[in-house]
């Protein structure tokens, strides 16, 4: 039986990674694989690190669509791949480390672009959008960038109006119209992982 892919796309820090923690609760660990889009930024060798830092991370063409694509198709056909991984505080993919993931009978795409392109859209099952509140979204991103990404604050402030939300407004937001449900993540939204996992488990069926 050909797996489920689930995309899960929504503006940064809009609470796409607890979705996909709720919606694993409810299947067996081992029947669910995650692919993180931010794992395949674009490779910048040739650049130094001050030059990687000026890279708008939030436009389409700083992703590897691609190779986003094939590794999907791969697990799809029942294939495992070797997923790149990426080092946010280098700004760069890591050159001689990689993540082993083998099919299962769930995947879940998640990434701030993963609704852009067409070709990972037709090969998805189910596609949502998580969406959150424009100053809750800046005041997590800026609350992980410093604990988690060793970024300052005025570099956080400066990369979010610079690129983060006007990438928000010109790429992310208008991919809501693809998705099938959109979860509005300020609130409780149990209801609607529920309503979510009974689909999986139908269509596994």
Do not use: W
């Not at 809009?14 to 660990?29: A, H, L, M, P, Q």
């Not at 009978?105 to 998580?130: A, Q, T, W």
């Not at 928000?168 to 993540?185: L, M, V």
Request: charged content about 30%; glycine content about 2%; hydrophobic content about 35%.
């Amino acid at each position: 039986m050909k797996p489920i892919l689930i995309t899960i796309a929504g503006g940064t820090a809009s609470g796409k990674t607890t979705v996909v923690e709720e919606i694993i609760r409810y299947f067996d660990s081992d029947s669910v694989t995650v692919l993180c889009q931010d794992n395949y930024y674009k490779a910048q060798d040739d650049m130094t690190l001050e030059e990687r830092k000026k890279i708008n991370y939030d436009h389409p063409n700083s992703f590897d669509m691609d190779l986003l694509y094939e590794d999907i198709q791969q697990l799809l056909e029942g294939k495992a791949i070797d997923s790149p991984l990426y080092d946010f505080k280098e700004h760069n993919r890591k050159k001689e480390e990689t993540q082993y993931i083998y099919p299962t009978k769930v995947i879940i795409l998640e990434g701030i672009l993963s609704l852009y392109d067409k070709r990972i859209r037709d090969l998805s099952d189910i596609l949502i959008y998580v969406e959150s509140d424009a100053d809750i979204r800046f005041i997590r991103r800026l609350k992980r960038d410093i604990q988690e990404r060793g970024r300052d604050l005025n570099n956080v402030i400066l990369q979010y109006l610079s690129t983060v939300k006007p990438m928000y407004d010109a790429y992310i937001a208008p991919t809501k119209r693809f998705a099938d449900i959109i979860i509005p993540n300020d609130t409780k939204h149990d209801v609607a992982i529920e309503i979510l996992a009974a689909k999986i488990k139908d269509i596994l069926k």
